[in-house]
């Protein structure tokens, strides 16, 4: 799963899940801007960071999502945070989330930065130990549902869909597309129109994400039959994808690791929109 791009697009969209998951009021989010911060002269980026709109006493959150194990996790993420506050001259104090699916693959060396985590400077979210999600609110719950293995992801996935159209206080129709992003990559050998179907989806008919869905599907369908046709047809939809997720503010790396395209391929796609989009 491109768990990158997955969390990206969950904390733009629902910033206030990531200050739940850190125990602070849903509605901190309203002071903050969240974005993915590249810092300049150098290869580092940091997957995410919340920026305070307007209160030089808040401090700024550092956010990175770790699923493979990375002795130099925190020696990278040190180095990452410094030099963004020397490159920015911030005011604001500051503090590094990590976010681990377990603990067991939290195998970073802590020697040096050992005073970071006494202080809580920098803290570790391991998912699968936040508790069961029925008892979690439904935006941490829908973080979880990426780690779940595929057969009680489709339990919960349903109980989740549930919980969204119940819902009064989300915004509704982005979360329940969220959580079918998440279920197509944990179900990747079935269409989305199976997802649909199995999870009860009909309102996604409306959606972006259905019709883009659609739209590849007449694409890929011109060429059954011809392998080599249905490739080009999938390449086509990718790059078709890329002026899009530019426009959501992904770098040009994330979109590569998303649609699986190589950088090159996408800063070609990214070369051919109109200088007025």
Do not use: C
């Not at 629902?14 to 810092?39: D, H, K, M, R």
């Not at 057969?151 to 129709?173: D, F, M, P, Y």
Request: glycine content about 4%.
């Amino acid at each position: 799963m491109k768990t990158d791009s997955i969390f990206y697009r969950l904390f733009q969209e629902f910033p206030s899940i990531f200050f739940e998951l850190i125990g602070n009021p849903p509605e901190t989010a309203n002071l903050y801007q969240f974005s993915s911060v590249e810092i300049k002269q150098t290869a580092f980026r940091i997957d995410g960071v919340f920026l305070p709109t307007q209160d030089e006493e808040r401090p700024i959150y550092f956010v990175e999502v770790q699923f493979q194990p990375d002795s130099d996790i925190y020696l990278r993420l040190v180095s990452e945070l410094f030099l963004y506050l020397r490159q920015n001259k911030s005011k604001n104090s500051w503090q590094g989330v990590v976010i681990y699916p377990s603990r067991s693959i939290d195998i970073g060396d802590k020697e040096h930065f050992i005073e970071f985590f006494l202080s809580q400077r920098i803290s570790r979210i391991y998912l699968d130990e936040l508790g069961e999600a029925a008892s979690l609110p439904i935006g941490i719950a829908t973080i979880k549902l990426v780690i779940e293995n595929e057969n009680t992801a489709i339990t919960t996935a349903r109980e989740l869909i549930n919980r969204a159209k119940q819902a009064v206080n989300i915004q509704q129709q982005q979360l329940l597309e969220l959580i079918e992003t998440i279920l197509v990559y944990k179900f990747p050998a079935m269409s989305r129109e199976e997802i649909e179907a199995m999870f009860g989806l009909t309102e996604l008919k409306q959606t972006r994400v259905y019709q883009e869905a659609r739209q590849e599907g007449r694409q890929e369908g011109k060429q059954e039959g011809k392998q080599e046709g249905k490739q080009e047809g999938r390449l086509e939809a990718k790059l078709e994808a890329v002026p899009k997720l530019l426009a959501l503010g992904l770098s040009v790396e994330q979109i590569a690791q998303a649609l699986d395209l190589s950088v090159t391929q996408v800063q070609q796609a990214a070369q051919q929109i109109p200088p007025n989009q």
